[in-house]
């Protein structure tokens, strides 16, 4: 491990919320660490109060970095985000305050991928529900028909997004005998097209083709309710829809009102709009899987994605440039 010259005083590293022990070890070997010790987000008093000698912030995506946040933390130089999406910290203001920002990408790939094939799995096959059915307590007698869901093998997939998660999840969805289709801002290497037989398509043919609509894609303005009414109304009736990215990309509300009337056959939600809180309406629907935001939620991957993370705060401190420094 690096550590910093041992004459200069040690910097003060402020860690919101807790991560995986190895995570801080890296950390403690180069600065005073300071670690919030709940799994509840730190108060605002608290925090501010530490921020105010720190050098280094390590934040999870329940944390707000703001303007209120960077004006506590007059000495910082790099906000690490132990996330691969940084939509809760704002970068043009700690760019402005020559403040770094790094994320976790790369490392939480397949675990995601994983839970996105899941969530199909469960969606078109109706397991939730199923599970439901056992966990009720209630009689229930098998039948030909019972709980009829649908199979995977010749259906196509849509992927809104098709940076490595997506590929991630291609690979996957072809292992189960679907086609794939994408929409990205540009084209993926034609070796992966190739390997995978995907094709590039618009944002409405995709919508309006797919078996399953997974989304992928980064949470920014230009995503702000990507699948809107209008979305879901071109989608096929049997379609699904399936979500590991971002909850404000799709309007929870639309959402409700498509599976309630059955224009939309089921979704699978990993993240939630106005997140922890969840639509009421999608909680009385029996064709959508709901998970609490556990895409990347393996030990393996929480643990390389804290030691990334703390790596970014060493390099950051030597002042060398990060790691993963977001785009």
Known sequence: MTTLDNSRPKPKIL????????????????????????????????RDEQ???????????????DDGFLDA??????????????NNVDVDACRSRGVEVTNTPGVLTDATADLAMA??????????????????????????????????????????????????LAERAKAFGMSIVY?????????IEDRLGASLVSL????ATSDVVSLNCPYSDATHHLIDEAALRS?????????TARGPIVDEAALVEALAS???????????????????????????????????????????????AARNVVEVLADRPPLTPVP
């Open 15 to 46: 860690v919101t919320g807790r991560i995986p022990e190895s995570g801080l070890d890296i950390l403690r070997s180069v600065g005073e660490v300071w670690a919030w010790p709940g799994d509840d987000p730190i108060p605002a008093d608290v």
């Open 51 to 65: 921020l105010a000698e720190a050098d280094a912030a390590v934040t999870l995506l329940t944390d707000r970095v």
């Open 73 to 86: 933390a007059p000495h910082l130089k790099v906000v690490a985000n132990v996330a691969v999406g940084f």
């Open 119 to 168: 969530l199909t799995l469960m969606s078109t096959r109706r397991l939730g529900e199923a599970e439901r059915v056992i966990r009720s307590r209630q009689p229930w007698k098998w039948g030909v028909f019972m709980m009829l869901g649908t199979g995977l093998q010749g259906r196509r997939l849509g992927i809104v997004g098709m940076g490595a998660i997506g590929v991630a």
């Open 183 to 191: 929409h990205n801002r540009s084209a993926v290497d034609g070796e």
């Open 204 to 207: 409405d043919e995709l919508l």
């Open 235 to 243: 989608m096929q009736s049997s379609a699904f829809l399936v979500n």
């Open 262 to 308: 059955g224009r939309l056959a089921g979704a699978g939600l990993d993240v939630f709009e106005h997140e922890p809180e969840v639509h009421p309406g999608l909680l009385d629907l029996e064709n959508v899987v709901l998970i609490p935001h556990l895409g990347s939620a393996t030990i393996e991957t929480r643990g390389a994605m804290a030691d990334l």
